[in-house]
């Protein structure tokens, strides 16, 4: 990565801070709901065409897959960004690969546990841009986190990066999520300050 930081509360960076955001060491705890606690016993992944099933993984099924190891900085569209997070998972890449499937649709819906979902563009998903992330820091993703399994897709604002992720559905269209469906910008580049819909 280039540029340079001082990864201090309030302080801004260099290159790598997109457009008004502000530099933190906390990791914050946002989402639209209570916390669920899940059991990696009873958790599943399922990928969808529409309303039909592709493929399921079991946790030990999907823990099985190739892993990767990534650090990349995050962005929140409330404006806090943290620096050099270090993430543990599955690239979306494999995950198609291990379905032995080309994505069918330009667009897919990640959902989660809680009830949430968030739309993404398949080009932003390939090309080792973002992995189903189950370790954090070394470490079993916490709850908080969005733990035992989140999307990661860092390059865009970290709504997009959905927690407790349970299915990704490929869809026809450019489908609103949760947050799109409330006014939230349907890609969300943090570099370009897509945050609200008409932010062009």
Not at 6 to 28: C, I, M, N, Y
Not at 94 to 120: C, E, K, M, Q, R
Not at 136 to 152: N, S, V
Request: with cysteine; charged share 25%.
């Amino acid at each position: 990565m280039s540029g340079s930081s001082r990864a201090d509360d309030g302080e801004a960076s260099t290159e790598r801070l997109p457009p008004r955001q502000v530099v933190t060491r906390k990791f914050p705890v946002m989402s639209m709901a209570p916390t669920p606690v899940l059991d990696t016993a009873d958790w599943s992944l399922t990928l969808k065409h529409g309303v039909r099933p592709l493929r399921r993984w079991d946790w030990a099924g999907f823990d099985a897959l190739p892993r990767q190891r990534v650090v990349r900085d995050i962005h929140c569209v409330t404006r806090w960004s943290k620096l050099d997070t270090a993430w543990e998972g599955v690239s979306l890449d494999d995950l198609f690969a291990d379905a032995g499937i080309t994505p069918p649709t330009g667009f897919v819906l990640a959902h989660s546990a809680d009830g949430y979902s968030t739309n993404l563009r398949i080009d932003d998903l390939l090309g080792g841009r973002a992995m189903i992330a189950t370790r954090y820091d070394g470490q079993p993703l916490p709850p908080e986190h969005g733990g035992p399994a989140r999307l990661l897709v860092p390059h865009l604002y970290f709504w997009k990066s959905a927690k407790w992720l349970t299915g990704l559905q490929f869809t026809a269209r450019d489908e609103a999520g949760f947050w799109e469906l409330r006014g939230y910008h349907m890609r969300g580049d943090p570099w370009r300050e897509e945050r609200f819909a008409d932010d062009e």
